[in-house]
């Protein structure tokens, strides 16, 4: 894993980190949202696609009035696993995989991170002893909306205001973004895979983050919500023994710490036969 030049930057030197606090401090992203949501920006749309080689295929023939009409660009369908116990991938991403503890912590680029530090809930937290956390970060080249893996029920959208640090992993070595950065999580009781707390996460100095619904049902493969001019982190959380990662999945992770993944792609198996 290697992060962009600028962000090694940022973050791996003290004249970068001084730039950084400078730029957090005196709201900087009010500007850049601006000119981002501006027909000014619209120029950078082009070189945004060559820089990041995003295939443009299938948004042929769409009109783009600013970069972020470009970013939140939707696709017309989602081709998607449809096999119940199939968990599918919420986004087009890079994947990884923690295990959660006795003490609901995890490990990630030499930081511990608690499940209530992603939701400010240790109650709920402590039920996710054991279980799993699996971590879709977006990059630059990746579409930026996400779906449900499931068919289910979603409860209410938490929003959790914060900073909006990199996800690049020079980042994760100064900066324990997670507990930091500006988060929305929310609580589905999913038919497959039991309650699953999903937490997305916004990034670098401009970060929205828009879910759709909240205290409603949704289906499998449908929009669950987007980032707005900025993508980040989707975050799963499963409880113990409610999921199996396919094989192939494991063994990239386990030989490359992340393995690429697209939206509505099988990625691991239900143990429904565990739950209760």
């Known amino acids: 894993m290697r992060s962009d030049r600028s962000v090694e930057f940022l973050y791996g030197t003290r004249f970068g980190r001084l730039i950084m606090r400078i730029m957090l401090k005196t709201h900087i992203d009010r500007i850049a949202v601006g000119y981002l949501r501006s027909p000014l920006s619209k120029p950078i749309i082009k070189r945004y696609i060559e820089k990041h080689h995003i295939p443009m295929e299938e948004f042929y023939g769409m009109e783009f009035r600013s970069f972020r009409d470009f970013f939140s660009r939707r696709r017309t369908s989602i081709t998607f696993d449809h096999d119940p116990s199939h968990l599918i991938s919420p986004c087009d991403s890079l994947l990884s995989v923690y295990n959660i503890n006795k003490d609901s912590i995890f490990h990630i680029k030499g930081s511990d991170y608690s499940i209530n530090d992603l939701i400010r ?145 099988w990625i691991a198996n239900s143990l429904k036969p565990l739950l209760k």
């Open 121 to 265: 809930s240790k109650q709920l937290a402590e039920e996710y002893t054991n279980g799993t956390c699996l971590m879709f970060r977006l990059c630059a080249s990746d579409y930026h909306h996400y779906c449900h893996i499931d068919d289910g029920y979603q409860g209410k959208n938490h929003y959790i205001p914060g900073e909006l640090h990199s996800v690049q992993p020079a980042a994760f070595k100064t900066r324990p973004v997670f507990k930091t950065n500006r988060r929305t999580w929310t609580l589905m009781a999913t038919e497959n895979f039991g309650p699953v707390i999903q937490v997305n996460i916004g990034a670098f100095v401009v970060g929205g983050i828009v879910n759709l619904k909240e205290n409603a049902r949704f289906s499998k493969g449908s929009e669950m919500g987007y980032f707005d001019l900025a993508g980040s982190t989707v975050v799963l959380l499963f409880q113990n023994g409610r999921i199996s990662l396919l094989d192939k999945i494991a063994e990239d992770i386990r030989k490359n710490g992340e393995t690429r993944v697209s939206q509505g792609m």
